[in-house]
């Protein structure tokens, strides 16, 4: 079993930034993982993926370019850094491990966060 637990969502103005982190608990935790979201009325979003190794990323497009992924292996925690951020990135943001290759399907992850709020204004 692994237990995640997100922490550094909240309100911030667009244009703004905030730093997710994603703390990792249980047995050794090396496999893929993900940040999605989900929100209010709208099915849950593949936001973000990264290797083993953190040496490979990928982006969903409405991200791609503002947001960056990172893990730290070491500390069991992966973080979601954020910048430029728009309203239409409103959401419960979660964390997601244990798949054994890079997706953007959430069905390939086997533990999740509980997520954490991010709210942006216009």
């Known amino acids: 079993q692994v237990q995640l637990v997100e922490s550094g969502g909240g309100l911030v103005q667009a244009g703004g930034s905030l730093r997710l982190s994603c703390a990792a608990s249980?047995?050794?935790?090396?496999?893929?993982a993900s940040w999605f979201r989900q929100a209010p009325g709208k099915e849950r979003e593949f936001v973000a993926a990264?290797?083993?190794?953190?040496?490979?990323?990928f982006y969903a497009k409405s991200v791609k370019g503002r947001f960056t992924m990172s893990r730290d292996n070491a500390k069991n925690t992966m973080y979601l850094e954020m910048n430029s951020l728009k309203p239409e990135d409103t959401a419960v943001y979660y964390c997601a491990t244990d798949a054994s290759l890079l997706s953007t399907s959430e069905y390939e992850y086997a533990y999740w966060g509980q997520g954490t709020q991010v709210t942006v204004s216009s």
């Open positions: 990264i290797s083993r190794g953190g040496g490979n990323s």
């Open positions: 249980g047995r050794p935790w090396r496999n893929y």
